[in-house]
């Protein structure tokens, strides 16, 4: 009987480590909440990079090709599936799904949870028609609506950039985007946004977006006990992860966005990464074939020696002596 993995998360890092672990010959069950796979492709729109090298491709595309590799690896897909907690060491999953829940057992665990939007706090933040940049992303992509005419966006990066030409792209007008600090910035409205102050200018819109970067979603992995350690250029707190991107000997490893916010191409060379080092500590792979996947993007030496100067923040649960 083959040894047995759980790949949480469907995103690009999940799929493309589901599919490479599968090859090698491991049982792959791959979790998502969603009941669609592909993660971020399924509400980007514009053109990303999937390998270093390659021309940019549309998400929707790209995520296909994905999903037929996962397929034809003969990934076992769990969709709509809430991975809720991890018990002994990874090697257990309690899942729900379709109203019951259920205990998984398996061998290893891979964590490609992807990222959540970076928070940005000013009055009114929580007014109606105060958005997350990702979220506005989702309503205009991928549920075609657009929630007003008049847009301004807080955040000045790649993020903030993509967001205004999909703005744009759906029919609407971006008044204000930049970034300030957060008590030069105010939202007014009654019923919801219709002004937001920068400094002394008052700009009449009706939906702010915050789009001011992204953070890792280690959930799951700080649930097995997964150390973690601060470093801004990776989003903030990130799971301490070795050049395999092992983090519980034998058991665990973090993939992608969950291990650091990187770009689609990083999230997929990562995956690949997490799932030929997962299925090699499983005796399905020898060293020898990591080799060529540690060299696929010449940001994956980058994050790994950026990695290895971190000091964990703390451990879930303490092993340290007696508190006093």
Known sequence: MSPRIAVVGAGPAGLAAA????????????????????????YRVQPVEAEFGRPAERPFELAKRLLAEAAEARVLPHLGSLVAGSFDNGQQLLVVENGRSWIWDGDALIVTSGSTDLPYPFPGAT?????????????????????????????????????????????????????????FLRAGGIK?????????EDFAVDVIAIAVGRQPDAALATMVGVPLAFAADLGGLVPVVDDRLEAVPGHVFV???????????????????????????????DDDALAAMRGAHPD?????????????????????????
């Open 19 to 42: 599919a490479v672990a599968a090859r090698a010959g491991v049982t792959v069950d791959l979790f998502d909440e969603r009941d669609q796979a592909g993660g971020q492709l399924t």
């Open 127 to 183: 007014y109606p028609g105060v958005f997350s940049g990702r979220g506005l992303q989702i309503l205009i992509n991928r549920y075609r609506v657009l929630p007003g005419r008049r847009f301004a966006i807080i955040g000045g990066a790649e993020e903030a950039e993509e967001l205004a030409i999909d703005i744009m792209l759906a029919g609407g007008e971006v008044i204000w985007s930049g970034i300030a600090p957060a008590p």
């Open 192 to 200: 919801g946004v219709d002004v937001l102050g920068v400094g002394n």
């Open 255 to 285: 993939a992608g966005d969950a291990a650091g916010v990187g770009s689609v191409a990083v999230a997929i060379a990562e995956g690949r990464l997490a799932g030929a080092a997962a299925a090699a500590r499983l005796g399905l792979l």
């Open 300 to 324: 994956l030496a980058l994050r790994s020696a950026r990695r290895a100067s971190l000091q964990s923040a703390f451990v879930q649960p303490y092993e340290g002596p007696a508190l006093s």
